[in-house]
């Protein structure tokens, strides 16, 4: 005698619930599954076990505004990289970072609604400007470990990075005309760092394991950092150093500091201040005379083709 089929489906049913419960009905995306990242509307996206995917070139569409809340994970394929026109904010916290792999934002350039990083770890992601691009908006990464090219164009709006580790990274400011960008760095760690251009820049409590160099800088303030491979100044015959302000550094392990700019006819010297600076050598001692000091120093008292030149007050006996 053959079973109803109704009957036989109802007998697998409950023999699945005895046996580990209910089966997923079907087109659900069950833990652990790869879904693709939204990247229209406004709304927030939970971690829910899944990985979110950036599936070669994408865009975040105009007017949109994506959060990524804490644990969430986002990887790229396929050469992924994300152009985000809307708003990007990731919001890591106590319960797990955000993690981003293998995305290139670099098509990124004018977001409507801010890019903002928060406790995120980002691996292989790149964040790089060619000649014929420059951002403008608000961009923040705090918190955060960053590992991958990051060498951003600026033309209005501001840089802000607090708190983040990076390799060698590099900001150059192109605004034509306006109000010049902010950038800003505080309690970071380095490769090495580059900054050129007009902008409105701070430095402080950061640690450069490199090199800092500022080339056609306008407004700089440099502020209780740790420096391994020396600080470099350079300016252009029509650039200035008036608005250069050095203070409270630790020069490791007999790291120098280098002021450049071509002397000409009209071009007046002038001077720059190193205050409460720690002039450390190899053996963790300070250099405190005028000679030992000086020697650490290239400027115009060097070489009298540089219009420039370096003076200090109350070097510091003790690491800062």
């Known amino acids: 005698m053959s079973r109803h089929p109704r009957?036989?489906?109802?007998?697998?049913?409950?023999?699945?619930?005895?046996?580990?419960?209910?089966?997923?009905p079907a087109g659900d995306v069950g833990a652990d599954a790869e879904v693709p990242l939204p990247l229209t509307g406004r709304l927030s996206v939970?971690?829910?076990?899944?990985?979110?995917?950036?599936?070669?070139?994408?865009?975040?569409?105009?007017g949109a505004l994506i959060k990524l809340e804490e644990g969430v994970r986002v990887v790229g394929k396929n050469g992924a990289s994300l152009e985000v026109k809307g708003g990007l904010r990731a919001l890591g916290g106590d319960d797990g970072k955000v993690s981003i792999d293998g995305i290139d934002f670099s098509p990124t350039v004018a977001p409507e609604n801010g890019f903002h990083?928060?406790?995120?770890?980002?691996?292989?992601c790149t964040f790089v400007h060619g000649e014929g691009a420059a951002f403008e908006g608000e961009l923040t990464v705090e918190n955060s470990t960053w590992s991958g090219a990051f060498d951003v164009r600026i033309a209005r709006g501001f840089a802000r990075i607090m708190s983040t580790t990076l390799p060698a990274a590099s900001v150059t400011c192109v605004a034509d005309k306006g109000r010049a960008p902010e950038v800003a760095l505080r309690g970071c760690q380095l490769s090495s760092f580059t900054l050129k251009g007009a902008s409105a820049a701070t430095l402080r409590s950061t640690s450069v394991?490199?090199?800092?160099?500022?080339?056609?800088?306008?407004?700089?303030?440099?502020?209780?950092?740790?420096?391994?491979?020396?600080?470099?100044?350079?300016q252009g015959p029509e650039g200035s150093f008036s608005k250069l302000v050095l203070t409270k550094c630790n020069l490791e392990g007999g790291a120098t500091v280098t002021f450049a700019r071509p002397a000409g006819p009209k071009t007046p010297m002038e001077k720059v201040r190193l205050d409460k600076f720690w002039f450390g050598r190899a053996d963790a001692k300070p250099d405190l005379t005028d000679q030992a000091i000086g020697e650490r120093i290239q400027?115009?008292?060097?070489?009298?083709?540089v219009s420039v030149k370096a003076y200090w007050s109350s070097p510091q006996e003790r690491r800062r």
Do not use: E, H, I
């Open 299 to 305: 400027d115009g008292a060097d070489d009298p083709a």
């Open 7 to 24: 009957s036989v489906g109802l007998r697998r049913l409950l023999l699945a619930m005895l046996l580990g419960g209910a089966a997923a």
């Open 46 to 62: 939970k971690a829910d076990g899944k990985r979110y995917v950036v599936d070669g070139k994408q865009v975040l569409a105009a």
């Open 117 to 124: 990083l928060n406790g995120v770890t980002l691996s292989g």
């Open 209 to 234: 394991s490199g090199t800092f160099t500022a080339v056609d800088f306008t407004d700089l303030l440099v502020d209780g950092c740790d420096v391994s491979g020396g600080l470099v100044f350079r």
